[in-house]
């Protein structure tokens, strides 16, 4: 079964018109085998009318079905529920750049590699991947690139990321050499990049396709200036890559296990990831380093993110949730942990290109010559940082963490979704 994820969208947070293409298909009319059918609430149209700006979206994807529902739970049925026949949603992301009072692109990535693209307020849709063309591999993390309007990246199980433009078609894509390796066998420094041959990139998809393990790439995070993404998987390392050179610069290594989450600070300093190890650890992305390993859970991690409304350049507040039921609040101040005495790194360019994520090159395999490995420190090498706060508060494993201003919100894989709210 997928794991359940959730997200926001106030409209007070909706922008004006975009010029991007709209989807063109009708969900409620549609004879696709693809979507089972759709449940729409009977008082839609009087509800959509009487909200102000103060409402809020929520949507969430369980087990076969994708929901729209009203934020505050006004009303508690869902405005919306679509139900999938051949494959259940994994992942999804609401473009922040193109949304508007009336219009909304969504993003939903699927078991079968399937990606829809979805606008709840008109019903229409539109698909990506369909039948898995490209890649059939399931889906496991669905993002739009901060600061475009149709661009945006998937993670699958085969261990690949790929880039799609949400107006470009369809078409057959055999990656590099079309070589499968054994998931048994590791290479820390892979990172193949394949393109669609000259002739066929304006038009068709993928923008590109890297190959970075023969594990499943678990979840990804883009850096607040979007210049580069951090990705971790089953292999259990955690890899940085510059987006828009496609380079891969470094590679750093679990204390033991998979790594499942990942999460980038605000100010883009450190990065978070979580995995089967238990562990919480912190990277400082500049220095090249392992800041700190944060124990607390009794089993594997399954979310973590930065609270940005208490990080500052002082102190940093993040939250953690694993399956074992557990909520736990961090706080770290650098200051206040030791430094284990490490290499120096060296410093990145974080100037931008005028290269394009639309810049093609014929199809092959693109190498990195350039990435560096980080063996992993010992115990007495890392400094260890307990919880703030340390809670139970789902029976079934939990999902997801997220911080809204007024609450946190945590989510299990049963679909159940808990909102907490903040001492006033």
């Known amino acids: 079964m997928p794991t359940p994820t959730l997200s926001f969208l106030a409209r007070s947070h909706t922008l004006g018109r975009s010029n991007s293409k709209k989807p063109k298909s009708s969900i409620t009319k549609t004879n696709s085998s693809f979507v089972q059918k759709i449940i729409t609430n009977d008082h839609l149209a009087k509800i959509l009318v009487s909200r102000t700006s103060q409402d809020t ?4 994807n369980c087990g076969t079905s994708f929901v729209w529902m009203d934020g505050s739970g006004h009303p508690k049925e869902p405005l919306s529920r679509i139900i999938f026949a051949r494959a259940c949603p994994t992942s999804h992301d609401v473009n922040m750049l193109t949304r508007g009072a009336d219009h909304l692109d969504i993003i939903i990535g699927f078991t079968s590699g399937d990606i829809m693209w979805f606008d ?3 019903n229409k849709y539109g698909r990506i991947n369909k039948g898995g063309v490209m890649n059939s591999s399931a889906i496991t993390m669905i993002k739009w690139l901060p600061g475009y309007e149709s661009l945006f990246m998937a993670a699958f199980q085969d261990g690949s990321v790929m880039l799609f433009d949400k107006e470009k078609e369809d078409e057959h894509f055999h990656p590099g050499d079309g070589k499968k390796s054994s998931p048994s066998i590791i290479d820390k420094t892979m990172f193949k990049v394949s393109k669609p041959f000259q002739k066929h990139a304006t038009k068709f998809n993928p923008i590109s396709h890297w190959k970075l393990s023969n594990r499943s790439i678990t979840a990804f995070a883009f850096s607040p200036d979007c210049q580069h993404v951090a990705i971790v998987g089953l292999d259990g390392l955690l890899r940085v890559v510059n987006i828009l050179h496609e380079i891969l610069l470094d590679v750093y290594e679990s204390y033991y296990g998979g790594l499942t989450c990942v999460a980038w600070s605000p100010d883009g300093k450190y990065i978070l990831t979580g995995g089967q190890d238990d562990l919480v650890t912190i990277w400082a992305f500049r220095e090249q380093r392992i800041v700190a390993r944060c124990q607390g859970h009794s ?3 399954t979310d973590i993110a930065f609270d940005p409304y208490r990080c500052d350049e002082k102190i940093y507040r993040f939250a953690s949730v694993g399956e074992d039921g557990k909520l736990i609040l961090w706080d770290f101040s650098v200051n206040a942990l030791h430094k284990p005495k490490t290499a120096g790194g060296n410093n990145r360019n974080r ?3 005028v290269s394009s994520l ?7 395999i693109i190498a990195n010559t350039r990435v560096i490995v980080h063996p992993v420190p010992s115990k007495t090498q890392v400094a260890f940082l307990q919880p703030t706060m340390l809670k139970s508060i789902h029976g079934d494993p939990c999902s997801g963490v997220y911080f809204r201003e007024d609450a946190i919100v945590t989510t299990d894989k049963r679909g159940k979704v808990n909102i907490w709210k903040r001492a006033s």
Do not use: E, K, Q
């Not at 639309?358 to 092959?364: E, Q, T, Y």
């Open 57 to 60: 979206n929520l949507f969430y």
């Open 120 to 122: 709840p307020l008109c």
């Open 299 to 301: 089993s594997w991690i």
């Open 351 to 353: 100037s931008t290109s």
């Open 358 to 364: 639309n810049n093609s090159n014929p199809n092959g």
